[in-house]
């Protein structure tokens, strides 16, 4: 029989793998996604993990929900709010227009 069940990585090297191409296919959809639309950089404070600190968020304008990257800011939330509010403005947004594309990905 066999010992390891089909599609499931066996060794650490393939699970590193699989997860660098499901990065890599993420990070593609996420580049089609963008084209002509603007993108703000979010911090879910509910995403949180010890060890890692607040996972970094990027909202589409005008596509529901945001792709979670595998960034890790190991900091408070308020420096981590600070340091997307940084990365917005780098992108010429300043907090309302941020903001304004935040509220175009939720749908109520």
Do not use: H
């Not at 191409?21 to 993990?49: C, P, S």
């Not at 529901?64 to 340091?83: F, P, S």
């Not at 509010?85 to 947004?93: H, P, R, V």
Request: glycine share 10%.
């Amino acid at each position: 029989m066999l010992g390891n069940k089909v599609g499931r990585p066996c060794t650490r090297e393939n699970q590193v793998i699989a997860k660098r191409i499901k990065a890599d296919m993420a990070q593609k959809e996420l580049m089609v996604e963008i084209q002509g639309k603007r993108i703000a950089y979010i911090i879910n404070a509910t995403d949180f993990e010890d060890g890692k600190g607040f996972r970094v968020g990027i909202a589409v304008e005008g596509k529901k929900g945001y792709y979670k990257t595998d960034w890790w800011w190991n900091c408070t939330y308020a420096e981590a709010q600070k340091l997307a509010d940084e990365k917005n403005s780098g992108l010429g947004l300043d907090k309302k227009e941020a903001i304004k594309i935040v509220f175009s990905t939720m749908s109520f």
